[in-house]
T-cell receptor, first 115, second 111 residues
Framework: KAGVTQTPRYLIKTRGQQVTLSCSPISGHRSVSWYQQTPGQGLQFLFEYFSETQRNKGNFPGRFSGRQFSNSRSEMNVSTLELGDSALYLC??????????????FGQGTRLTVV | GQNIDQPTEMTATEGAIVQINCTYQTSGFNGLFWYQQHAGEAPTFLSYNVLDGLEEKGRFSSFLSRSKGYSYLLLKELQMKDSASYLCAVRDHQAGTALIFGKGTTLSVSS
C-alpha cells in the first residue's frame, strides 16, 4: 500500500512570504503529526491532528499553523517566513493518536529553503 | 520538561556489533521509539518499547529500563547499508501525543 506522501519535495521561498505544505497519510490512518528537522535542533514536534482536530501543539510561534481534512490529509502553513524556517518538514502518519500507542510512519519530507 | 541524550557519532566495522545508548528524563514516560534515517531520506521505524526488557527483530534489538531512564539499540552483523543516523524518541504523557526526539547518533560502518 502507498506510504505517506508529502508535497512538494522541495521549495524555495523568500522572507516574508507564506507557504503551504501537504501530507497525505497512509490509507486508514487518522493521525498526522508534523515535525521540523534542522541540523542544530534535530526533530522538533510542531502539532498533531487526529480526526480533523488538533490534539497537541509544540513550542512554535503562531506563524505555524495546520489543519486536517475529512479524508485525513493534512496541510501546514507558515506565514511571514524567516530565514530560520529553512528546514526539512516531516509528517508522520499513524493509525490512532500516538497517545494511545502504535508506530508512526514518516513521509519523505519537504525541504524548505528561505532566502 | 523532557531531555534525551545519545552520542553524536559512532564508528564500527562490517560484521561487528554496535550498541547505541539513549538516556532520557521525562515526567510521564509512555514509550520509547528508535528510528533509522539515511541522509536525505525519511526516518524509518525500527522498534518500540514500553515495558522493560529486550525486543529483538532480526539483526536489530532494543532494550529498555524505565527505572534507569535508559535504552539501547543493538545492531548485529553490521553491514555498510547500516551507515545512517539513529534517532531515539520518547512519548511523554506531559507532552500529549508528541514524540520527543534526541539529536540522533550518526553511525559510520567501514569495511
Amino acid at each position: 500500500k502507498a506510504g505517506v506522501t508529502q508535497t512538494p519535495r522541495y521549495l524555495i521561498k523568500t522572507r516574508g512570504q507564506q507557504v503551504t505544505l501537504s501530507c497525505s497519510p497512509i490509507s486508514g490512518h487518522r493521525s498526522v503529526s508534523w515535525y521540523q528537522q534542522t541540523p542544530g535542533q534535530g526533530l522538533q514536534f510542531l502539532f498533531e491532528y487526529f480526526s480533523e482536530t488538533q490534539r497537541n501543539k509544540g513550542n512554535f510561534p503562531g506563524r505555524f499553523s495546520g489543519r486536517q481534512f475529512s479524508n485525513s490529509r493534512s496541510e501546514m502553513n507558515v506565514s511571514t517566513l524567516e530565514l530560520g524556517d529553512s528546514a526539512l518538514y516531516l509528517c508522520a502518519s499513524s493509525r490512532e493518536s500516538l497517545g494511545t500507542g502504535g508506530e508512526a510512519f514518516f513521509g519523505q519530507g519537504t525541504r524548505l529553503t528561505v532566502v | 520538561g523532557q531531555n534525551i541524550d545519545q552520542p553524536t557519532e559512532m564508528t564500527a566495522t562490517e560484521g561487528a556489533i554496535v550498541q547505541i545508548n539513549c538516556t532520557y528524563q521525562t515526567s510521564g514516560f509512555n514509550g520509547l521509539f528508535w528510528y533509522q534515517q539515511h541522509a536525505g531520506e525519511a526516518p524509518t521505524f525500527l522498534s518500540y518499547n514500553v515495558l522493560d526488557g529486550l525486543e529483538e527483530k532480526g539483526r536489530f534489538s532494543s532494550f529498555l529500563s524505565r527505572s534507569k531512564g535508559y535504552s539501547y539499540l543493538l545492531l548485529k552483523e553490521l553491514q555498510m547499508k547500516d551507515s545512517a543516523s539513529y534517532l531515539c524518541a520518547v512519548r511523554d504523557h506531559q507532552a500529549g501525543t508528541a514524540l520527543i526526539f534526541g539529536k540522533g547518533t550518526t553511525l559510520s560502518v567501514s569495511s
